[in-house]
């Protein structure tokens, strides 16, 4: 889906025209893949546009770039005002949110630490990731030749910029192999995550999802369907997950800021449970959808309003 200009993003402290928001092609980061980022919606709500978990998106940003030596100019509060700016200035109601920090022109070669570090944050209107239908029908799903990027390789604890070409790898060669998405594998064959999403099996009533230590990032989404789905009674184990695990899985889904919660309705070919959206699946999915748009009392506090 093609990005529809807006008006200003948000460069080092000020906000810029969209236009103009550019940068020098001898940018670190554009060689090295120097950089950090998130991944952020904002929703519509009756309170106006809300930024669902806005302060855990930007202190896993400073994460990353603490864990790539990047010291960020900025403070999380001076960052959240940053966002709630952005968003108001491009009039927006619903969005998704980029905010990125990265090595810029000064310096070339592989030491990072004597470029700059900037940051800006820009937004857009993003509808579902993997597709509208995608949302009730589920996606069908490909274990990936690639393995995930392993904890000795580089930290998949990280989103930083030159990470996502391993995503961007698993991504492709499922799409040609006419998948919608991938399931990745680590170095000991054990399930991941999706390119961009975590997953979820559901198995005799109990939801499923690997370790963090199995090496998939240790995701918003998935940490906010954890919280609903304990809150909802559900019993929830993280605990690694072999591919036959999802073959046999009752239910399985996406979770992601891009994503939200999607089925899975195949991987590699077999179908998962019967074939569609399971249903603790769409409840869940609910409840999720609920807490984002701000019609969920206990999970309001996930939310930052951006005109109060
Ligand atoms: N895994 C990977 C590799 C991702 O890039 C993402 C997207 N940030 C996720 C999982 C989902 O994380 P979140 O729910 O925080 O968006």
Partial sequence: MPIQPLQKIWMDGELVEWDDAKIHVLTHALHYGSGAFEGIRAYD????????????HLRRLLRSAHIYLMEVPYSLQELVQATKETILVNGLEACYVRPLVYRGYREMGLNPLLAPVNVSIAVWAWGPYLGEDAVELGVRAKISSWKRIDHN???????????????ALAKVEALKAGYDEAVMLNMAGSVTDGPGEN??????GVLLTPPVSDGCLD???RDSVITIARDL???????SLARADLYTADEAFFTGTAAEVVPIREVDDRSIGSDGRGPMTKELQEAFFAATHGEADPYVGWLTFVKE
């Fill in 219 to 221: 995701g918003i989404t």
């Fill in 45 to 56: 709500t009756n309170r106006g546009p809300a930024v669902f978990r806005l302060d855990d």
């Fill in 153 to 167: 390789m580089l930290p998949p604890a990280a989103k930083a910029s030159g990470q996502y070409i391993n995503s």
């Fill in 199 to 204: 997953i979820f099996v559901v198995r005799d």
């Fill in 233 to 239: 009674g559900y019993e929830v184990r993280e605990q």
